[in-house]
């Protein structure tokens, strides 16, 4: 098997861990090639508490992974999440030496490394540098500058950033599990680039990933990210209402909402009725589906009416900025029943549900095609297209080397000297004759020039002394 297109990517969530192994499929798909998971128990709403047993969620998960496929796993793109993120726009400039050169990458990491230079928050770190429009001189709206000419370049930025601790944290478990981290990207994006289309992305759409710790949200427009929000409630939120409405454990909580959990109370009639059982030798207890629902509702309400802030906070009154393919809704929350219909009544806005399949191919195409997989497969497919790019670059590179070798290798070639031919009109005598005969005359007349000069000299000296003779004869 070639490793060199295989990538991997790593989801650490509240709940759970996963991680696929993957390659390059067709057009722009990617073939999956072992998935593995494992319960997250060191994990509070997206952030790393416990180091020790995310650890050991990282081996199980990638361990399993690797049974799947004749794989091993090395390096790996990891997603992080937690209500510690938060988002900056700022805009930043930089003026290039020579205008009229053409722009290229060299510009754009120089205007990107004035961006670090930000000031943040006491213990954050930049995450994501993410261009959203550039302006060249006077020309502005430009969305990739490369091969244009100018003396200023300038871009607006939408920065990421995070608590350093908690980013720390996600790197002391990777490698304490005995893995390397090649990137980290915040999670909204990877579950946008498994369920969203450039359609979308261009009309504009709200990507609502609802995960076990935390609700993250990424909003996109005119095919650029302008928004990125975490809520922190996610369905584990859910999960802990429906414990402590119902007094029962959180195992039997988790069960109930995925097996007869709804988002309409309505839905559901007044006598349907499930049986818990009871702890040790203890009653069972019985549950209303309607009130389970009514439970799960006002989580969700909640959630919603969040969600509906940031979104209404984004557009204002501009109606450039209005999202016309609404919202998708994605992770382990998305799979709540009637959340579809309640999310359009809600935001008044269209609403779909996010499925990755679109996205991957091959066998274990039917087994990834849930929200759950959302983040984990948009882990793995930007982990294909970095190894990908990692590869193009290094064989640019290369011929760059190549060239340069060469060019080295022909300035190292020519002599130190060029022969000149004769005239067709003169014999080879007559090229070396002449300048031994001019060389002759100028000799003749430098001598000439000599005796001249001593002649005018010596004609001077008697002068000045036949004058102080007069001089002094007179005195």
Partial sequence: MNTENIAVGLDIGTTKVVCVIAQRGTGDRIKVLGVGHAPST????????????TMESVKQA???????????????????????IRSIQHSESITRENPEDF????????????????????????????????????????????GMSGSRLEANFHIVVGRINSIQNIGRCVKGAGYKISGLTLEPLASATACLNDDEKDAGVALLDIGGG??????????????????????????EDIKNGFQIIEKQAELLKIKFGSCTPLANKENEIVSIPGLRGRDPKEVSLRNLATAIHARVEEILNAVDAIIKGYEGNDPTKKLIAGIVITGGGAKLKHLKTMAKFETLMDTRIGYPQERIEGEMLSKLSSPIYATSIGLAIQAVESKERAIEEALIRQEELEKQQ???QQISDEPFYQSYEASPEMSPSEVHEEPRETAVQDDKDMKKILET????????????????????GDE
């Fill in 453 to 472: 000069s001593k002649k005018k000299v010596n004609f001077l000296e008697r002068w000045s002394s036949k004058f102080l003779n007069f001089l002094e």
């Fill in 42 to 53: 060191g994990v509070q709403r997206g952030v790393v508490h416990n180091v020790v047993q």
């Fill in 406 to 408: 060469e060019l080295e």
């Fill in 214 to 239: 935390t609700t993250d949200i990424a909003i996109f427009k005119d095919g650029i990210i302008r928004h990125t929000s975490v809520i922190p409630f996610g369905g584990k939120a859910i999960t």
């Fill in 62 to 84: 990638v361990s399993m992974a690797e049974s799947q496929c004749d794989h091993q796993v090395n390096d790996l793109i990891v997603g992080i999440a937690g209500q510690h």
């Fill in 103 to 146: 722009i290229d990458h060299k510009d754009i990491n120089a205007l990107i490394g004035k961006v670090h230079g930000i000031v943040l928050l006491p213990g954050e770190e930049i995450i994501h540098i993410l261009p959203q429009v550039y302006k060249v001189d006077s020309e502005s709206g430009i969305l990739d500058p490369i």
